[in-house]
């Protein structure tokens, strides 16, 4: 197993006669094969390589033998010149330009020992499989040369590697776990395209599980690789005696496990669905990777999209889910990753599956840890974040190091016009979409939610909990009622700060009510407690001036640090005599609270929203509403009262504390900042420049620079050293000119 391996376009098609070989077997004797002779093409068969140690009478020896190829050495092709040139010939199947049906098995029984299989201008289409099946007990590692292209049929994987494979031994499960597979690129030429099939028991992954397969341990090292998960589908399936229900499945993942299916009876009811597989172990280590969720199935019935990186999607039964994804991103890896979306047939967005994460309805759990590691770009699908959670899910991402460019939530609408809207990092849209966000290191350019989300947090409805200690963050907008960092639209926020940098967080827009979420802190309707000892919020010039459209800026009647807009109601309804229940505090279901902190060194700016404050509670709304019902019609949704009140400061001497400087104030009407208060003074964040050694005619000192505001200050100065006239030197006469011996600098002469 230690030695390789080799799997070509010249030898791929004569591979097709070794199905089920042993390698531990003689290879055939290269003198009884021409294969310059025009012989027949054999039967269509398939590729298998198994080692299994239980097979070998001796299996000390079996990892020293040479691994043989599939096929007998091709003759060597004579010279040509242009006048004798060959006719021109059609493409062998399985060359880059011409696929093959035929598919690869690969079974690694052997434990503690890799299988290196190279893969070397590979391509299959298959109709019905997955072009390539690694499994068993031992680690398989693939190593890429040139183009190869890997197509599964029927929801199949373009490479499947699923967790394990249970049969009934006894009338009892016995499972068996399967070993790693890694896929590298050692000599920086190989790429490689896996692309899962559609199909109604799910859409494969292009990399992981078949439908409704969990992912098997997975390393990407390198190569540049494009994966594609396949989309969703419907068809026939017989549930009974003469009677027929309708399967409809939703998209694989482009890296990770395959999509779940479900099944209906005739009459439309669910009657069972398979459970959407897990991605617990899927590394991103190296390479260039390019991962495409698979799309859900699109019409009346309910599917998802799977993640780019992650899960396959779900049916979007919430409660039943207990898959989940486990995404580590390090190394040198460079990632752009999209999650699939599922439609309904009044063509709205929905059911999406995060760029890097859970597919939809499963929670997404990614870390990210690598100096040099880029992702450029991590989009969600209709209500799954960009990063964390697929829709109707939570997002728990870390970020130690490396660096991200792009990522965006996605947007969408169901059937009742409700916004879905997943987090850019952190939760996907709905009730259970809490966002956690915990960040070191690293730096990230630009974060977007979707409608109603936070940009970092949570998805639309979902609380959201960031800890940032360290990084840089440039822009992030939440949209629609979701806070720039915290809760997404009627959630909660958790913000806690004790290093790094944000230059700007803004909640862009009301949400379908008028209420806008803030800056950083709570979505509309939602309460907040924030906590800063540390780090910059804003961006500030040598003399502390907050520079204009920076800071923690509110939305629509929000505050840029605490908490939206919101609604007070005091609900009454009928009882079962008719009569309505009193006005009293414990009908009462809203409000607002808020626990700001700010001190230590650090520097905030914070900004109003329109009708907002700067720092302290968004201006709420107080009635009296009523739910008639059956009981009482006229009543119904009938809004007896109504209290208006303004945004709410909080008193600054109360939050903000020892060396803090804090800036507040709102933008004019000409797009300018207007500072209203300012408390302390400007907390510099010195960094180490250049050391100059002191000369004879001029200081010596360390340089820092403020990483905020670019101040240049000079530390530990040594005063210039003046000349040391130690040193003698002997000039020679010349015919015309009398010598001398002159007394010099030792140090500049």
Not at 206 to 217: E, K, L, N
Request: hydrophobic share 25%; with cysteine.
């Amino acid at each position: 197993p230690d030695d390789a391996f080799t799997l070509n376009e010249t030898e791929e098609d004569s591979a097709q006669t070794s199905e089920g070989n042993n390698p531990t077997e003689d290879t055939p004797d290269p003198s009884t094969e021409n294969p310059a002779e025009d012989t027949p093409k054999p039967p269509k068969k398939d590729v298998v390589y198994q080692y299994d140690p239980a097979a070998d009478p001796n299996p000390e020896q079996q990892a020293t033998k040479l691994a043989p190829t599939s096929a007998a050495p091709a003759a060597k092709t004579k010279e040509v010149t242009l006048a004798d040139a060959p006719a021109p010939t059609t493409p062998a199947a399985g060359s880059v330009t011409t696929p093959t049906t035929s598919v690869i098995k690969v079974i690694n029984n052997w434990v503690n020992h890799v299988l290196n299989i190279r893969l070397d201008n590979v391509n299959i289409k298959s109709n019905t499989d997955a072009a390539m099946t690694v499994s068993g007990k031992g680690d398989v590692t693939l190593e890429l040369d040139g183009k190869n292209t890997l197509r599964g049929g029927n929801g199949e994987a373009g490479i499947e590697h699923k967790d394990k494979e249970t049969k009934i031994v006894d009338h009892k499960p016995v499972s068996t776990t399967y070993g790693k597979l890694t896929i590298k690129d050692d000599n920086n030429d190989g790429e490689l395209e896996a692309i899962g099939g559609s199909g109604s028991l799910g859409g494969g992954a292009g990399i992981g599980g078949s439908g409704s397969q969990s992912a098997g341990s997975i390393e990407i090292k390198g190569g540049k690789i494009t994966a594609k998960g396949g989309s969703g589908a419907t068809g026939p399936i017989s549930i009974g005696p003469s009677k027929k229900g309708v399967l409809v499945s939703s998209g694989g993942a482009g890296i990770g496990s395959g999509g779940e299916s479900v099944t209906y009876d005739p009459n439309g009811k669910k009657s069972r669905n398979t459970s959407v597989g897990s991605a617990n172990n899927i590394t991103i280590s190296g390479g260039n990777v390019t991962a495409i969720g698979g799309n859900g199935y699109k019409g009346d019935k309910v599917s998802g999209g799977g993640a780019g990186i992650g899960t396959g999607g779900s049916s979007i039964v919430v409660e039943k889910i207990s898959a989940g994804s486990n995404i580590t991103i390090k190394g040198d890896a460079v990632i752009n990753a999209r999650g699939g979306t599922s439609t309904d047939e009044n063509d709205n967005n929905i059911g999406g599956g995060a760029g890097i994460g859970g597919g939809s309805g499963v929670a997404g759990t990614v870390t990210i840890d690598g100096e040099n590691v880029n992702i450029e770009e991590a989009i969600g699908g209709a209500g799954a974040a960009g990063i964390g959670g697929g829709y109707l899910n939570k997002g728990d991402v870390t970020m130690k190091n490396g660096h991200i460019g792009d990522v965006e939530g996605g947007s969408g609408r169901d059937k009742y016009d409700n916004a879905l809207g997943g987090a850019g990092i952190g939760g996907g849209s709905g009730w259970s979409g809490d966002g956690k966000f915990t960040m070191s290191g690293g730096s990230i350019d630009s974060v977007s939610g979707g409608d109603g989300a936070a940009g970092i947090g949570g998805g639309n409805g979902g609380d959201g909990d960031v800890t940032i200690t360290g990084g840089k963050i440039g822009t992030v907008d939440g949209w629609n009622g979701g806070a720039g960092i915290g809760g997404g639209n009627g959630g909660n926020g958790k913000f806690t700060m004790s290093g790094g940098s944000i230059d700007y967080a803004w909640s862009n827009d009301a949400n379908a009510d008028g209420r806008g979420g803030a800056g950083i802190g709570a979505g509309a309707d939602g309460n907040a407690i924030i906590t800063i000892t540390g780090g910059t919020i804003g961006k500030f010039d040598e003399d502390g001036n907050l520079e204009d459209w920076t800071g923690a800026i509110g939305g629509t009647g929000a505050a840029g640090i605490g908490t939206g807009a919101y609604e007070k109601r005091y609900n009454h309804y009928w009882d079962n005599d008719g009569q309505k229940y009193s006005n009293d505090e414990d009908d009462y279901d809203g409000g607002v609270d808020v626990v700001i902190s700010i001190s230590g060194d650090t520097n905030v700016g914070a900004v109003a929203g329109e009708e907002g404050v700067a720092i302290g509670t968004g201006k709420g709304t107080i009635n009296d509403y009523y739910e008639g019902g059956e009981k009482d019609e006229e009543w119904d949704g009938v809004t007896e009262w109504r209290e208006d009140k303004g945004a709410e400061s909080a008193n600054l001497a109360d939050v903000v504390r020892s060396n803090a400087y804090v800036v507040a104030g709102r933008m004019n009407d000409d797009d300018e900042f207007e500072a209203e208060n300012i408390i302390g003074t400007l907390n510099h964040r010195w960094k180490k420049g250049e050391t100059v050694e002191a000369t004879c005619t001029a200081d010596g000192y360390e340089e820092w620079e403020c990483s905020e505001c670019g101040k240049i200050k000079h530390e530990n100065i040594v005063k210039k050293l003046g000349h040391d006239f130690t040193k003698t030197e002997r000039v020679e006469s010349t015919c015309t000119k009398a010598g001398y011996t002159a007394t010099v600098c030792s140090r500049c002469s």
